[in-house]
Structures are given as C-alpha cells and as structure tokens.
Nanobody, 123 residues
Framework: VQLQASGGGLVQAGGSLKLSCAAS????????IAWFRQAPGKEREGVSC????????LYSNSVRGRFIISQDKIKKTVSLEMNNLEPEDTAVYYC?????????????????WGQGTLVTVSS
C-alpha cells in the first residue's frame, strides 16, 4: 500500500501551489484522506480532509477560504489547491488515509501515511 504526495516547491507569498496524493495497493475502497503539515519546530497539524464516500470536507481555521481539497475517484488521487500562500504555510505536507469513513483532522484517526512534500513560501 502506498500514498505518494507530490507538488511541493518554492513559491512567493500570495502565490499558489497544488499538491497531489496518489493512492495505490489498498485492498479496500478508499476512505477519508487528509493533508497534514509539519513546520520546523512545530507539531503536526491537520490541514484538510475529504470523505471518499460523499465528498464531505473539513478545513483547519488557518487555511479555510484559501485551500481547496478535491478528489478524483477514477485516478484515485486527492489534491490540495493552496492559494494566497503565506510564509506561515511553509512546512512538509503529508497525505494520510484512514480506514474509517468519518472526517477528522486528528492525526490518530489515520492509519496510512505517505512521505512528505516540502512547501516553502518566501516573503
């Protein structure tokens, strides 16, 4: 089973990036997929998640209105469109999948984790 995150990079404040998480090898239908991030010296933070079943979404207060999560059920990918980026968004971003069907930004809810992709926002 594998979750592959991609799309990170360097962008100026106010710019945009789109992250993608590709899932493969799972023996069950997709469940909830989330994006987390961890900045240097800070705890991991849940950013957004989407329920595969009905497309319900959840966003942290820090990104609501700027980030958009979406899923492509055919390609089995989940994307995170990040707009109006701020230096405070600089972090390693991880995607994770839960075996459950609910939406949550608590990291203990997630069972599978991908490697991170670095997002750096310059001021």
């Amino acid at each position: 089973v594998q979750l592959q995150a991609s799309g990170g990079g360097l962008v100026q404040a106010g710019g945009s990036l789109k992250l993608s998480c590709a899932a493969s090898g799972f023996p069950f239908d997709f469940r909830t997929i989330a994006w987390f991030r961890q900045a240097p010296g800070k705890e991991r933070e849940g950013v957004s998640c989407i329920a595969y079943s009905d497309g319900s979404t959840l966003y942290s207060n820090s990104v609501r209105g700027r980030f958009i999560i979406s899923q492509d059920k055919i390609k089995k990918t989940v994307s995170l469109e990040m707009n109006n980026l701020e230096p405070e968004d600089t972090a390693v971003y991880y995607c994770a999948m839960s075996k459950g069907l609910l939406i949550s930004l608590e990291d203990h809810y997630y069972d599978y984790w991908g490697q991170g992709t670095l997002v750096t926002v310059s001021s």
